[in-house]
RNA sequence: GCCGGGGUAGCUCAGUUGGUAGAGCACGCGACUGAAAAUUGCGGUGUCCCCAGUUCAAGUCUGGGCCUCGGCA
């Protein structure tokens, strides 16, 4: 899997920076196509409120790693990273150039960094029996279960966070091994050049604002009506996604159609500043630019530069 | 104009018998290896409207002023 040969641009940062538009302007420069690391436009019949590339970009474009579940099936975090690796070695195999862009940070950091995850699938009986175990006895008892098990692994996660503290157990149980013992980085597979898309805080508060608004214009309501008239239960991964949530408490009476715009641009914003904690600002491996500021000129000579040893 | 309520954090407000102030939300910061737009932890950011007075000490008491909301004219 590791092949330095391979030349991968990223772009990273925080939702409403405009990553989209600049992966399909170096992608045209360049001669590239897109591979999406974002966590919700994974999902058929979800555009309007993930902000999917629209079709004529995507006509343009070829992106991956788009529409490739239904609603209401689960992509695990493996299965995305082992999907981006084939469609990344798979464009560079076809001479064009891989451009890794979203926001979901772990998506991107276990592409990046070549996180070896724990085989171990989601075992849902043994989650049930868990949380039930944690309902019952209290989120310390779990932890506590975990501490017998894999004392490192329970330092590193606060007890109250019982879903984290499921999955360590999970893997532990299942294995025999300590799930911290499983846990590892074999480093960067590719040639990486990281481009991190941010905003001043009140322009990207304002950009969200501005964005939500034109969701609702463009039906982001009939969108989640149509999923939920579909069959789709509210409580599925994809049907919490920002928008779909507060548009479906909207529908169920639960709020005002106002409040719940209000309330999907307040929860992006809070979004945005979980992002920043995957995207640092003073991460020196991440080349940052503001699109108002930087020409895309400037952008194309200094990624010249910076992969001259590949012909870019 | 008169009567009454109210001016405390970005917002809505709490604040005991006077001891330089605290909740929610907002906001800021962190964790993250098969649910991640998930889940989860930490943080109070302040001319207490202004001026003068009483007091060792005033958000709190007294006087004056300003602003605001409601009622009556």
């Known amino acids: 899997m590791r092949d330095a040969s391979i030349t991968l641009i990223a772009i990273v940062g925080p939702t409403a920076s405009g990553k989209t538009a600049l992966g399909i302007d170096l ?13 919700r436009q994974i999902y058929r019949g979800m555009d309007i409120g993930t902000a999917k590339a629209t079709r004529a970009e995507r006509d343009r474009i070829p992106h991956h790693l788009l ?12 299965e995305y990273q082992a999907a981006a690796y084939r469609a990344i070695e798979d464009i560079a195999r076809r001479g064009r150039l891989p451009l890794l862009v979203g926001g979901t ?11 070896q995850i724990p085989e171990v699938a989601p075992q849902e009986s043994l989650r049930r029996e868990l949380e039930a175990y944690a ?3 209290g989120a310390e008892a779990l932890h506590g279960r975990l501490a017998g098990i894999d004392p490192a692994a329970a330092a590193a996660i606060d007890y109250r966070n019982v879903r984290r503290v499921i999955r360590a157990l999970e893997v532990c149980l299942v294995t025999g091994r300590p799930i911290s013992e499983l846990q590892r980085k074999s480093g960067p597979p590719y040639t990486i050049a990281q481009l991190g898309v941010t905003r001043p805080r009140p322009e990207l508060y304002e950009r969200i604002d501005w964005r939500v608004d034109r969701m609702i214009d463009a039906g982001l309501v009939a969108e989640v009506r149509g999923l939920a008239g579909a069959g789709y239960a509210w ?22 159609l106002d409040e719940a715009i209000a309330l999907i641009k307040r929860d992006t914003r809070r979004f945005v500043r979980q992002q920043y904690n995957w995207f640092r600002p003073g ?9 108002s500021q930087t020409s895309s000129g400037d952008l194309l000579a200094y990624l010249s530069e910076r992969l001259k040893s590949q012909p870019v």
Request: hydrophobic residues 40%; glycine residues 12%; negative net charge.
């Open 235 to 256: 409580d599925l991964p994809a049907m919490t996604g920002l928008g779909y949530r507060q548009i479906g408490q909207y529908l169920r009476g639960e709020v005002t």
């Open 135 to 137: 309902a019952e006895n």
């Open 27 to 39: 992608a045209t420069e360049l001669g590239g196509e897109i591979v999406s690391a974002d966590s």
């Open 105 to 115: 940070g772990q998506y991107v950091a276990a592409v990046l960094e070549g996180w």
């Open 67 to 78: 529409d490739v579940v239904e609603p209401d099936q689960v992509l695990t975090l493996a």
């Open 283 to 291: 991460d020196e491996s991440i080349r940052w630019i503001d699109p």
